[in-house]
């Protein structure tokens, strides 16, 4: 079972990650993005872009960092080989750019207890270097019970 004492509780802002137009072009190819804002510098300038627009899910590159000091906080309770990815979602205030170097905080917003499964959802709130918001990650994990 998870702690729902964790609930509320707010973890440390991550080190600064710098998005490399290379990470941006192997996640699109990852994700099967044709779209060549993710692909072409040009394209995106053209766009009115600085450099490549990452595909909108590429926030959870980001995100995985701060999902991983839920997993390492030993008051929490999460055991990882129990976890299932029920949700997610992003809400964005612009798209992330190669050349963006992103900090997130996250927060569990919710623990909630059902059949025997612990719902965890945390929200991952994703700056700029200047401190500007460009995303809200936001997780539901499903921790399933003991059998």
């Known amino acids: 079972m998870v702690n729902q004492a964790v609930e509320g509780k707010s973890y440390p802002q991550t080190t600064p990650y710098l998005v490399g137009r290379e990470k941006v ?7 099967r993005s044709e779209n060549p804002l993710n692909h072409d510098v040009a394209a995106a300038q053209a766009a009115g872009y600085p450099d490549l627009v990452a595909p909108p899910t590429f926030a959870v590159v980001i995100q995985e960092h ?10 929490a ?9 029920g949700d997610q979602r992003f809400s964005y205030s612009r798209p992330i750019v190669a050349g963006d170097e992103l900090t997130a905080t996250m927060t569990v917003t919710a623990v909630k207890q059902l059949g025997g499964n ?12 200047a401190g500007e918001h460009v995303v809200t990650a936001t997780s539901t994990l499903v921790v399933r019970g003991e059998a």
């Open 118 to 129: 612990s719902m965890v959802t945390a929200a991952s709130e994703i700056m700029d270097a």
């Open 25 to 31: 072009r192997e996640f699109a190819r990852a994700v």
């Open 77 to 85: 309770g999460v055991d990882f080989s129990r976890v299932v990815h």
């Open 66 to 75: 701060t999902l991983q000091q839920l997993l390492a906080d030993d008051t």
